[in-house]
């Protein structure tokens, strides 16, 4: 796993043969591997281990909404709960959550709820739980993915999956899906998602600096991700 200590960041993201640091070409994914039905006592759940990032999600629900307060009179209401653990880093990340974990408890749940029937389950909840116990960049994409095969898991009726990819710039040169350094030590960094029954981007975040004809590239590029990893 990469060490991620800012002073210690490598000057190049490429190698002389012109590779990322991990082998891969400029647009090659990390490698996949999901699985679903891991977690005896939730409804739903699955795992997703992405490159070396390993993420568990699960899913209660429909159920009673603690704190009652929350609950809606018509509609079902969908609560996120991303938490990275103490371990899942390299410096020891505070175990209470963050305004990161906030902020991407949040995106998640708009990836998610358009593709619920939250109108048919007035008064109750579905609560996901995404434990994230390795990180390495695109923790939030993976996070999308495993949460929407937990609920597909728990028989929740869905309109689609939902599938997300990160795309950026590293070097100068537009990369799919950035690993932890590249995520850092790289120009911009672009998490997309996309709601398969309308063919949507529910997730487009942006931090770094593109051009114009950048950005549109890279959305293609992540097009071309969502699909390959929606196939899977
Ligand atoms: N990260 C970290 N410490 C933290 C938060 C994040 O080392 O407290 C690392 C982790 O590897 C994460 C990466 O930085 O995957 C990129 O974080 P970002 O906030 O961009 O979210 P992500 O790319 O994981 O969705």
Redesign the pocket.
């Known amino acids: 796993m990469t060490l991620?200590i800012p002073d210690e960041y490598p000057k190049n993201l490429f190698r002389e043969d012109g590779k990322r640091l991990d082998g891969r070409e400029n647009f090659d994914l990390r490698s996949i591997r999901m699985e679903v039905d891991v977690i005896k006592n939730a409804d739903g759940s699955a795992y997703i281990e992405w490159g070396n990032n390993k993420i568990f999600a699960s899913v209660y629900g429909p159920r009673e909404v603690h704190p009652h307060h929350l609950a809606k009179p018509d509609k079902g209401i969908l609560r996120v709960f991303y938490r990275?653990a103490t371990f899942s880093?390299?410096?020891r990340?505070r175990p209470a959550p963050g305004r990161?974990e906030k902020e991407?408890s949040m995106i998640i749940s708009d990836c998610l709820e358009p593709v619920l029937f939250l109108e048919l389950y007035p008064g109750t909840s579905f609560e996901i739980f995404i434990e994230v116990v390795d990180?390495?960049?695109?923790?939030?994409?993976a996070s999308t993915i495993v949460a929407a095969l937990a609920l597909a898991d728990a028989g929740v009726p869905m309109r689609s999956l939902v599938t997300s990819c990160?795309v950026g710039k590293i070097d100068g040169k537009l990369v799919t899906d950035l690993s932890?350094i590249e995520?850092?030590a790289g120009e911009a960094?672009l998490?997309t998602a996309i709601t398969w029954f309308n063919d949507e981007i529910s997730l487009l975040q942006f931090d770094g600096k593109l051009s114009q004809s950048e950005l549109n590239e890279s959305l293609e590029m992540a097009q071309d991700a969502l699909e390959k990893i929606y196939d899977m």
Request: overall charge neutral.
């Open positions: 991620l990275m880093v390299f410096d990340k990161r991407i990180a390495d960049g695109g923790t939030r994409c990160a932890g995520d850092k960094d998490p």
